[in-house]
């Protein structure tokens, strides 16, 4: 009888299959290499190098283009002739409703009756049906499952699939591309923990020494949770100010990899995104969303919490889908912290 394998040849193992998903995965098909940008102004402030990975110029302004191309271009034909069925809080939905128009395939996509109206318009100005049910992500959730059911189309999951997973990888393949020389550690937005597993697969593959820190808002920390229970949990509620990231249960694929390769997770506050807006504004003159400002909020309470001088810190900003509206609310936020 053989003896089960060693732990860390499992993880090994692990990585090696979403490396080489993330290498073979299709997505500049429709998705764009986004720049490694430096920023001056934040990196003068906090005293190291601070590099901004551009995901708010991906065609539908935000990372999960990727995930969704790779997934729906594996479909086999039967399965595009049924059409796909999601849910998500608008991201997801706008990669989806993109990706299965350039292929040709039928979209219904469920999103929480809060979702930003810029979000849901969208989705349907990119040709997908949108359907707004339910006051959170699990009550869309219920419902996309449901009308999957109905239909026979295929459940495209916004973070829980290993395709959907890779495809949000192929950032951390640009970013090893993109710095060759010093990088101490990538700054991740958390929500559903697909772009999180996908970095970390990549990076502790590839550069082991990198850290990889994950970024949640007070108010949805569903990774944190589960780190600290040792399982996946359900959060009670989820604050929707940052709404691309208000999740309340990570998934189970990210979960598998995130317990054993995410260094640390640091949750902020929204009036620390607040700041993360404008400090995002003052060196690129973009607007990013909520949740695509996490991770410089994040920088900046790791760089506060642990003195870290001159070193080289990546940000991924993921996604400036902002209602015009909504950019009262996160100004008057910043001068009230003044």
Known sequence: ???????????????????????????????????????????????NQILLKREDLQPTFSFKIRGAYNKLVQLTDGQKSCGVVTASAGNHAQGVALAARELGIKATIVMPSTTPELKVLGVRSRGADAVLHGASFPFALAHALQLAEQSRGTFVSPFDDPDVIAGQGTVAMEILRQ????????????????????????????????????????GSSCLLAALRAGERVILPSVDSFADGTAVAQIGAYGFEICRQHVDEVITVS?????????????????????????AVAGIRRYVQRTGAQGQTLVAINSGANINFDSLRHVAERVAAQA
């Open 179 to 218: 710095q060759q020389g010093a990088l101490d550690a990538i700054f991740v937005p958390v929500g559903g923990g697909g772009l999180i597993a996908g970095i970390a697969a990549y990076i502790k593959y590839l550069r082991p020494e990198v850290r990889v820190i994950g970024v949640e808002p007070e």
């Open 1 to 47: 009888m053989s003896s089960p394998l060693p732990q860390s040849t499992l993880d090994d193992g692990l990585l090696e299959h979403y490396v080489k998903k993330i290498l073979a995965a299709p997505v500049y098909d429709l998705a764009v290499r986004t720049p490694l940008q430096p920023a001056p102004a934040l990196s003068a402030l906090l005293g």
């Open 270 to 294: 929204n009036d620390e995104l607040c700041s993360a807006i404008k400090l995002i504004y003052d060196d690129t003159r973009s607007i990013t969303e909520p949740s695509g400002a996490l």
